[in-house]
């Protein structure tokens, strides 16, 4: 990756890009990986390691893969000066209590929400990737990946379509190069993708595809379960032959959403176009009367496994929301309770002291 010298126009560099970067100082680039404290930027000079530890303190914002940025030179140290605001952004709940966004990829076109047909298709899985995946504001497609390991895979595309409204859904294989191009015509100069998907279904193996040579590990997944290996560790930017770009991440097992409101009410369109006919605007599309939700489950518009997936998933970003607020309250009441003690501090100082000095007894 250090060694790669790209033009930024064939990365997605664009003149509004251009006119924002005149308005700040240092060279352009784009993060082609963010590691904790460094960041390594493609610029039109070379590829850099630039420290990015000031810009986050001094915006609170994390440079991530796929940010367009400024770097500057602090001491003779390449350093990143500023970022560029985000058109998209990919972002899942970070692991941990506290809930605090995890930038996955930013500035992206389409999102590649990558399924393997060798194992089982796990619905739920794709509803919440495919979740993140409108929350993000780009585009998402499904590929099934390894349709020469089943006999039927446009059958299984078809079930898959029926759970992803509105979404392009295609079943290839990088062995026989079945629909290959059909994933190609999405990697198109000036366009971003980005790969989501377990270890194991083949996200590296369509990196390499696409690239035309080998420039992420592969291996092969465990027969007993079909899990996979993480060969891919970081979230790395790969500029494309073709002038597009694509980036590829490491499998993710655990996705938490980020208020992804926009992201449920798109993936589950059924239902929320079916609320919209409810009699009460506070259904809940148990036994009321009128409910628009149970007369589309009524018909077949609405199947229960997805009404109770829905159920879950809204379940899940209202108390992420009650989280956020509640945080929210806790900083406030500590930032008061400082600015009380440093009130206090100070008028205690601004005080006269009492009775001054004391005689000292012979």
């Not at 308005?23 to 850099?48: C, K």
């Amino acid at each position: 990756m250090t060694e790669r010298t790209v033009n930024l126009a064939d990365i997605g560099w664009t003149d509004e890009l251009a006119t924002w970067a005149a308005e700040h100082d240092g060279r352009p680039g784009r993060v082609a990986r963010a590691n904790r404290g460094w960041s390594l930027v493609f610029t039109d000079d070379g590829a850099v390691m630039a420290a990015s530890g000031s810009v986050r303190a001094d915006t609170g914002v994390a440079p991530a893969t796929g940010d367009f940025v400024t770097v500057v030179d602090v001491d003779g140290v390449p350093t990143l000066g500023s970022i560029a605001e985000r058109t998209t952004v990919l972002t899942r709940r970070a692991p941990g209590r506290q809930p605090e966004p995890q930038v996955l990829a930013s500035n992206i076109d389409d999102v590649f929400v990558m399924h393997g047909l060798d194992r089982p298709i796990n619905y739920r899985r794709l509803e919440r990737q495919l979740t993140i995946a409108f929350a993000s504001g780009a585009t998402p497609v499904v590929l099934l990946t390894k349709s020469d390991e089943v006999r039927h895979a446009e059958e299984a595309a078809a079930s898959v379509a029926r759970i992803a409204p509105g979404v392009e859904v295609i079943p290839f294989s990088t062995k026989t190069g079945e629909n290959l191009a059909a994933v190609e015509a999405h990697t198109v100069a000036g366009r971003t993708v980005v790969l989501l998907g377990l270890s194991g279904i083949g996200k590296s193996t369509l990196v390499n595809e696409l690239s035309g040579g080998r420039v992420q590990r592969t291996a092969e997944v465990r027969a007993t379960d079909q899990k996979g290996r993480h060969t891919t560790v970081t979230r790395d930017l790969i500029p494309l032959p073709n002038g597009s770009v694509v980036i590829d991440t490491p499998g993710i097992r655990e996705i938490g959403l980020w208020q992804a409101h926009e992201g449920i009410r798109r993936t589950f369109s059924e239902i929320s176009d079916a609320e919209a006919a409810c009699r009460f605007s506070d259904c809940g599309h148990e036994d009321e009367p009128g409910c628009g939700v149970r007369a589309a489950m009524a018909d077949g518009r609405i199947t229960a496994r997805r009404l109770e997936h829905w159920r879950d998933l809204v379940a899940e970003d209202e108390l992420q929301d009650s989280q956020l607020e509640e945080f929210a309250r806790r900083a406030e009441s500590r930032d008061r309770a400082d600015a009380d003690r440093r009130a206090n501090n100070e008028r205690q100082a601004r005080r006269p002291r009492k009775g001054g000095k004391k005689r000292r007894r012979r």
